[in-house]
């Protein structure tokens, strides 16, 4: 009686560790992957057969037993290798700020792109019968170009799609720059029309 | 006739030239900037703030802690036997600083990482260093440190700063100029 009280004891007590370790694992498997291997190309802490990453992983380990979180290890990787040991970054990182501070001069390009169309509303239809001075004045009051003319904006949009503008940052700074440069036009049009009026 | 007065003569547009001038001039800038930069002076978050403490096993026997290094400036270097030629490179070089600056402050500690016992004796013995050097078999000091790879150095300052942290084989010409400003504020 005592012998089978004691074996099923040593089995509930197999179970219990083997299903903690089993945990453990997964807990490890879950950090590890969020981690880049220092001494690999693209490969996660998870992945890794380099000697580092064994070690990282140890730590890990080390770490949930202690009773450490998640959190807590991942907080711990990132304050001595920084950001760059995530695979991805955190909603914190530099990366993800810039990207989301890319939103602002996109919006403000839009709005500014929509000046310079109620400038050029007005503008007479283009005549290729009328004189040189004639057509001069002409695109004086119209945009150079058929780029310029479109919003830059819509014209990102109608080429990659509108989620595709929101993760390229670089796309709205060709934008501002465009917009810099098509609000500029009609001023140094002006300026150069003045100056050969002048003569 | 009307096609002939349609053509007008072309000329680069001033804004041409502004646009290309804000696309040379800043990529001249950044790379101007990066390549006066030092590729292996890693930027590393550890580098300003106070280095994590450590226990060394001395292969000497005894530990070493960082704890009773404070008051002087520590070259801490992790290195293994294997990597050739980085850490043969630099062996003789930590030696010699160990020799010339121990009597001025500096004690250059060496933790040996991701090697074997034996072969990292052999190393000691074969380039004569005598300055404490330990191993860390599980690889927790280093870790602790944010190292990538061998060879790789950190100056820790009097206070227990790191001030400093370096990817590759340091020379005396790249470590001399660094530790003589800590040296001087002693």
Redesign the interface.
Known sequence: MIRQHLLVAAWVLAVTLTTSAQEVDLGVRVIASKLRCPVCQNESVADSQSELSAQMRTLIRDKLAAGETEDQIVRYFVSRYGEWILLTPSPRSAVVRVAGAGRRPSRWCRTRNRLPAALYSAAPPFDPLAGHQEQRRVRLRRPSSALLNQSFDQLIHGVWGKQTIGVLPICRGCCRIATAFKLGLPLLHIAKFSRQGAR | M?DS??V?PRRP???VW??MA?VVIPLLLVLAFGLRRDPRAL????VGRMAPAFGLQLFSGGRLTLGELRGRLVVLNFWASWCVPACTDEAPVLQAIWEQYRTKGVTVVGVNI?DHEAPARTFIQRFGLTFPAGMDP???I????????VPETYLIDQSGRAVYKYAGAVSVDLLTPVMAPLLETR
């Open positions: 009307a007065q349609t007008t547009m001033p804004w502004i646009g804000a930027p590393s978050p550890l991701q599980r690889g927790v280093a870790i602790d440190y944010g190292v990538y790879g």
